[in-house]
């Protein structure tokens, strides 16, 4: 099994800055990618950035700047900086991975964290 664990989420006002953290355990091979995913009320999950192995990062067009993700490959673990939050930020937001659990590509898997809480308020 692979647990994704995350900390960071809470409450910041509009302008704010929180930073997410993840640590990915368990019967793990290699990390590919490791990156954030968001859900807010009524709207469909969306990928906020990813990072790959390699050091190859992705972030979703509302971004803007206004993030910043970086990993230890030896960590196995990924942190979201997110800096001049908005309103429109409020969601859970996800942790996800693909990686092996082994060396056989049988053992590709996607794995996912529970969610942590991000509001942006006054």
């Known amino acids: 099994q692979v647990q994704l664990e995350e900390s960071g989420g809470g409450l910041v006002q509009p302008g704010g800055s929180l930073r997410l953290s993840c640590r990915a355990s368990g019967t793990i091979f290699a990390i590919i990618a490791m990156g954030w995913y968001r859900q807010a009320p009524g709207k469909q999950r969306e990928m906020v950035a990813t990072?790959?192995?390699?050091?190859?990062?992705n972030y979703g067009d509302f971004v803007e700047g206004r993030f910043t993700i970086t990993r230890d490959n030896a960590g196995n673990t990924v942190d979201l900086q997110m800096d001049n939050m908005e309103p429109e930020d409020t969601a859970v937001y996800y942790c996800h991975s693909h990686l092996y659990q082994t060396s056989r590509s049988r053992d590709f898997i996607e794995a996912w964290g529970q969610g942590t809480q991000v509001t942006v308020s006054s």
């Open positions: 990072i790959n192995r390699g050091g190859g990062i």
